[in-house]
């Protein structure tokens, strides 16, 4: 049990399909975050949810479309992606009120567009 | 906006010795927090160490340690006695302090590979 569980592990998918990532975490934290990992690039920060609510997004296209319906549970909606969106989607979080917390991952989820 | 910068894409280390880890950040922010993050091939990212910006004293954690100068915005990572199992991506992260519910600023990575 990690804390933050992310599935699918692994994704393929084509361009024209729909697909959602999603993440769970059994910390009673009430902010999560999601995160594109792409080699030799800093983690880029995409969503962020605080107390469910977005509170930032950091210009991502509309082809990502995140979800949080409750405070431990995070989604991202996928729909025409490009191949570029290749990557390791990290999910986080940490508690809200806390700013010198520690933020928990999971172990991400590995998506190839093919 | 607050950057992160790690300019060591790859470093080597022998078993039992001494390695440390660059990164720098630009902020104009009094109070913050720094991380360090290792990142195994099982890619779960775990907390290494963590530096409150108004503390000068340096954070250690057993083996790990950091160089905290806060005036030249740097923040290095060394790892004593070093182990196989610190073989990991190393990612340096900031949060600011200002505000309740802000993501980490992460650098783009330090892979450390550790020979016997």
């Not at chain 1, 549970?73 to 992606?81: A, C, E, G, K, V």
Request: hydrophobic share 35%.
């Amino acid at each position: 049990e990690t804390g933050v569980t992310q599935t699918p592990r692994h994704l393929v998918m084509g361009m024209t399909n729909k697909k959602s990532l999603k993440c769970e975490q059994h910390l009673g934290h009430n902010a999560m975050y999601w995160y594109k990992q792409s080699a030799k690039k800093p983690l880029e920060l995409m969503f962020v949810y605080s107390l469910e609510e977005r509170v930032e997004n950091n210009s991502v296209p509309s082809r990502f479309s995140p979800e949080c319906p409750n405070s431990s549970h995070l989604f991202l909606h996928l729909h025409t992606l490009q191949p570029e969106d290749s990557a390791l989607y990290l999910c986080a979080s940490s508690p809200w009120e806390v700013v010198a917390a520690e933020a928990f991952f999971g172990q991400g989820t590995r998506l190839t567009v093919v | 906006a607050q950057t992160v910068t790690q300019s060591q894409p790859e470093m080597s280390v022998q078993e039992a010795e001494t390695v440390t880890l660059s990164c720098t950040y630009d902020t104009s922010e009094s109070d913050y927090y720094l991380f360090w993050y290792k990142q195994p091939p099982s890619r779960q990212m775990i907390l290494v160490i963590r530096q409150e910006a108004y503390k000068q004293q340096n954070a250690t954690e057993n083996r790990f340690s950091v160089n905290f100068q806060k005036a030249a915005k740097s923040f290095s990572l060394k790892i004593s006695d070093s182990q196989l199992g610190d073989a990991a991506m190393y990612f340096c992260a900031y949060r600011t302090s200002n505000q309740a519910g802000t993501a980490l600023i992460f650098g783009k990575g330090t892979t450390l590979s550790v020979s016997s």
